[in-house]
């Protein structure tokens, strides 16, 4: 959609870890990697050790382009052990020697890291290492936390995530590989999500999200707690609090939309909890409509339960191309001007004549809110009703959601009215902050709202830039390689 695909909340990025020691390891890391495309579609990667050997493969694209090749992977790959990475870019632009996993060596040997979130002292960080002789080969904040890590893991990894949780500042859901353990740990405050659970074989895995789990045949277990580590190894898995004094500030749009729905957070499956912030809307903002109509598919939960409490219909009233975004055709300028119609088609017969309200789950800049307006009404809707699941976005992230910056967000710009006037809305409704955390079922001090209220958990710097490194070198394709070939400390697969 052009300028519209730029008009929404972009997902941050996928991890896992796992031991599994009846399966290939890397094949199980491609299901749950797959199952986390959602959470970034920039770049994809695994790293898999062989108890002795830590080996990888990674590159720009999709998991299923990624990995085309089972035989292939089987063979470059083998290995009990694995980390895996879907990317979208925070910091670092999206070239391959950006994409995840990071690979160091170490002294303890190879080391791979995988890192949801976005560090907000990572220039500072960078800078002191390159002035004590590190050699940096991306662009990536992910590549600091990295180094920190794998500065110190000759200490036993509790000491090194220790290190790492007293240096670094913003966000980091984190799972690493060494070639004889997986490593988990998050933040101090949870804010990017990662969960635990057990695989049929008596493996472990630890995620981003429950679904991964449950895709490759796991059964969920706990969510790694703020300032948690988890280590898994030939004998076991063993958890510390690393940092006692945590707090739990998990970001509210985990649970509004970046998540999958059939994830659990906080025990709760998401797609009820949208429900009811659906249901916490037409509370909030009633109306008097013929239909109920949903955004897809981030919108249908909350839609759902809109038209339950409102007793308005519920009907779906467009359907979504979900290969478009995948062709590698380009679109001219004719069909670039259609805009929204490239994703989504109007069921005319469900729209026309039709008082319609329209559920989301976010309007950012307001640009593709506006052309889904206009959308409808060209259908030949009477009335449009928008009512938006979020909040308003009034405050920029930087923990991980690469969001427009204040100026551009356009609840932080216009007024209410102004708002409603620019998509063209008969009706613009909101829910509030209030109405989506009581949808939770957890008090509101169990989340990050910085992006609705500018109450920031972890302090900022004033200027955080996307692109705050300079561009890496050009080192060639992505190959598989044992990282035993490289000089220590540098990154592989570049």
Not at 105 to 119: C, R, T, Y
Not at 368 to 390: F, Q
Not at 446 to 466: D, H, M, R, T, W
Request: aromatic letters at 6%; hydrophobic letters at 40%.
């Amino acid at each position: 959609m052009a300028e519209d695909q730029d008009d929404s909340l972009k997902e941050e990025c996928g991890v896992l870890g796992l031991y599994t020691p009846e399966q290939d390891a890397a094949r199980v890391a491609f299901f749950g990697l797959f199952a986390l495309q959602h959470r970034g579609q920039e770049s994809a990667g695994i790293a898999v050790s062989d108890g002795s050997k830590v080996r990888m493969h990674k590159d720009v694209g999709l998991v299923a382009h990624v990995f085309d090749n089972e035989n292939a992977l089987r063979k470059r790959l083998p290995g009990h052990m694995a980390v895996g990475h879907t990317r979208y870019s925070t910091t670092g632009g999206s070239v391959r020697p950006n994409a995840g996993p990071i690979f160091c060596q170490s002294q303890v040997g190879d080391v791979a890291v995988a890192h949801n979130g976005n560090l907000i002292n990572a220039v500072e960080l960078r800078e002191k290492m390159i002035a004590e002789g590190e050699v940096f080969v991306t662009t990536s904040d992910s590549e600091v936390l990295a180094r920190i890590l794998v500065r110190h893991l000759q200490d036993g990894p509790e000491k090194a995530v220790a290190e790492v949780m007293a240096q670094v500042k913003g966000a980091y859901s984190v799972t690493a590989l060494t070639p004889t353990m997986v490593i988990g740990f998050r933040d101090p405050n949870g804010i990017r999500p990662l969960v635990t659970g057990h695989l049929s074989d008596g493996g472990f895995m630890i995620a981003s999200e429950t679904c991964a789990i449950r895709t490759v045949g796991g059964v969920p277990g706990n969510e790694v707690r703020p300032g948690e580590l988890i280590v898994v190894d030939k004998s076991g898995v063993r958890t510390s609090r690393v940092v006692a004094k945590a707090q739990e500030n998990m970001c509210l749009f985990e649970f509004i939309y970046f998540a999958r729905p059939d994830s659990h957070m906080y025990d709760r499956l998401l797609y009820s909890v949208r429900e009811r912030m659906g249901e916490e809307l037409a509370k909030e903002h009633p109306v008097t409509a013929d239909v109920v109509v949903p955004v897809p598919d981030s919108g249908i939960p909350a839609a759902l339960g809109y038209s339950r409490i409102s007793g308005i219909p519920y009907r779906e009233g467009m359907m979504k191309s979900r290969y478009i975004h995948r062709t590698f055709i380009q679109p001219d300028q004719k069909m670039r001007d259609l805009g929204v119609r490239m994703k989504l088609l109007p069921l005319v017969e469900h729209i026309q004549g039709k008082r319609v309200v329209l559920v989301d789950d976010s309007i950012v800049r307001g640009t593709t809110t506006k052309n889904i307006v206009s959308l409808l009404y060209d259908a030949g809707a009477s009335e449009v009703h928008v009512r938006i699941t979020a909040p308003p976005i009034k405050h920029p992230c930087f923990y991980g959601i690469d969001m427009a910056s204040k100026g551009e967000l356009a609840s932080a710009v216009l007024s209410h009215k102004e708002l409603e006037a620019k998509i063209g809305a008969s009706t613009l409704g909101f829910l509030s902050i209030e109405g989506a955390v009581r949808a939770t079922g957890r008090p509101q001090t169990s989340f990050c709202l910085a992006c609705f209220n500018g109450k920031y958990p972890i302090p900022v710097p004033k200027e955080l830039k996307k692109n705050a490194f300079e561009k890496p070198p050009d080192t060639g394709e992505f190959s598989t390689v044992s990282l035993g070939q490289l000089p220590l400390l540098e990154v592989t697969g570049v």
